[in-house]
Nanobody
């Protein structure tokens, strides 16, 4: 069994900062890419940021320059530092990991349960 557990969401005022983390645990052989997605009410889930095992990053245009994704491979953990938050950033944020549970099986996507981020005055 593999679990991704997110933490760090909450309520913040516009212009504020929040930090999210997501720890993967269980029967994990190797984690490749990790990412954060978000889904606002009435909208489709969208990619916020991703990071390869080697540390290469990719960001959605709407968060570039404000959000920073990072990871600790030894801890199987990915982070999202969110600065200069805007009301449009309000959404449920989901952690995603592409991982293998054995050398014989292909990469499979796993998801966290989601954490609510609300940006409001």
């Amino acid at each position: 069994q593999v679990q991704l557990v997110e933490s760090g969401g909450g309520l913040v005022q516009p212009g504020g900062s929040l930090s999210l983390s997501c720890a993967a645990s269980g029967n994990i052989f190797r984690i490749d890419a990790m990412a954060w997605y978000r889904q606002a009410p009435g909208k489709q889930r969208e990619l916020v940021a991703s990071i390869t095992r080697g540390g290469s990053t990719n960001y959605a245009g709407s968060v570039k320059g404000r959000f920073t994704i990072s990871r600790d491979n030894a801890k199987n953990t990915v982070y999202l530092q969110m600065n200069s938050l805007k009301p449009d950033d309000t959404a449920v944020y989901y952690c995603n990991a592409q991982l293998k549970i054995s050398t014989l099986l292909p990469l499979t996507a796993y998801w966290g349960q989601g954490t609510q981020v609300t940006v409001s005055s």
